[in-house]
Structures are given as C-alpha cells and as structure tokens.
C-alpha cells in the first residue's frame, strides 16, 4: 500500500529505519517508535518506499458531515416522507 502523504511517507522511513537497525528507537518520537513495534516490516516498507512526485504534503481529511444546511433540510424530509409512508 503507497503513502498517501509526503508526511506519512516520511514517517514511515523513520519507523523503517527504527526496524532496520538504521536509527535508535530513542532518536524518534513516541508514534514512531510504537509504530516500528506494532507494524510488519512489509507494510512499513510499502509506505516507505512511496515517491514524493505527486503527493500532498499532508493528507485531507474528509468529512461526511460537512453537510450545507440545504443538503440537511432535503435529508430531513425525505427521512420524514419516508417515515409517514
């Protein structure tokens, strides 16, 4: 599975490091270290190997619940058309 982010491929390099050898879980940040515990080898290497070309620097966040007032008041009649049915 590829990074998403550049943020997310670069942590990744860091929890693979960790895993290698390459760097002392003490030079990293908590979610790194428990990260490198936690995940297969395999998966860290998917992410870490992910080119930058392309990618957001971080990843959106999306929402199912940014709806406008709108959408809400049509989503609240049909659900009342459909309860009186």
């Known amino acids: 599975m590829p990074a998403e982010s550049k943020s997310q491929q670069q942590f ?7 895993q290698k050898g390459e760097m002392a879980p003490s030079e990293a940040h ?3 270290r428990e990260a490198a ?3 297969k080898p395999s998966d860290v290497k998917d992410f870490a190997e992910t080119k ?7 990843k959106k966040k999306e929402s199912s ?11 609240a009649s049909s659900l ?3 309860i009186e049915s």
């Not at 990744?12 to 960790?18: D, K, N, P, S, Y």
């Not at 619940?65 to 989503?75: E, I, P």
């Open 12 to 18: 990744m390099g860091i929890v693979h490091a960790i």
């Open 30 to 32: 908590g979610p790194a």
């Open 37 to 39: 515990k936690e995940m």
């Open 52 to 58: 930058h070309k392309g990618l957001p620097e971080h």
């Open 65 to 75: 619940f940014n709806l406008s007032a709108a959408d809400r008041l049509l989503m």
């Open 80 to 82: 009342a058309n459909t």
